[in-house]
């Protein structure tokens, strides 16, 4: 029975896909409202590079030569013409410093060092070194 001056009842029948629809855009609504809103900030890492030369590395021996360069090699090397910081390695090495005031600093290993030119010091590692005239300072 109608009432009068009543509007019929429509009923409204909703297809299954715009019901998953809108649920699907509760669905990632409430995600984006639990996402965290923290940052992490950035690195500074990349704000500060300082090059590491001879002149950081050498030892304390070797604190009244002013090197330019650091040389290292095995078996039979040397420095050449300027300042260097020459360094051997764990085997056996023969290491000249040619001109140049030199640092020159054995590894392990029974090493042979030869100053050359200049005014050199010559730092031995482990095992026997042999020292040339020519290293100005030696320490076994």
Same mark, same amino acid.
């Given at each position: +029975?109608?009432?009068?001056? $009543?509007?019929?009842?429509?009923?409204?029948?909703?297809? !299954?896909?715009?019901?998953?629809?809108?649920?699907?855009?509760? $669905? !990632?609504? =409430? +995600?984006?409202?639990?996402?965290?809103?923290?940052?992490?900030?950035?690195?500074?890492?990349?704000?500060?590079?300082?090059?590491?030369? $001879?002149?950081?590395?050498?030892?304390?021996?070797?604190?009244?030569?002013?090197? !330019?360069?650091?040389?290292?090699?095995?078996?039979?090397?040397?420095?050449?013409?300027?300042?260097?910081?020459?360094?051997?390695?764990?085997?056996?090495?023969?290491?000249?410093?040619?001109?140049?005031?030199?640092?020159?600093?054995?590894?392990?290993?029974?090493?042979?060092?030869?100053?050359?030119?200049? =005014?050199?010091?010559?730092?031995?590692?482990?095992?026997?070194?042999?020292?040339?005239?020519?290293?100005?300072?030696?320490?076994?």
């Amino acid at each position: +029975m109608r009432l009068p001056g $009543a509007r019929p009842r429509r009923s409204i029948v909703r297809p !299954a896909s715009v019901t998953l629809v809108v649920i699907a855009t509760l $669905a !990632a609504t =409430t +995600m984006l409202g639990l996402t965290a809103a923290n940052t992490v900030p950035g690195s500074k890492a990349a704000n500060r590079s300082s090059a590491v030369g $001879a002149e950081q590395l050498k030892p304390s021996a070797c604190n009244a030569i002013t090197l !330019a360069l650091v040389v290292t090699g095995s078996g039979t090397f040397g420095g050449g013409a300027q300042a260097e910081l020459i360094l051997g390695s764990s085997g056996v090495d023969s290491i000249s410093g040619n001109n140049g005031n030199d640092c020159i600093v054995a590894g392990a290993g029974n090493d042979t060092l030869n100053g050359g030119a200049g =005014t050199d010091v010559c730092i031995g590692g482990a095992g026997n070194d042999s020292f040339n005239a020519s290293c100005e300072t030696q320490i076994q």
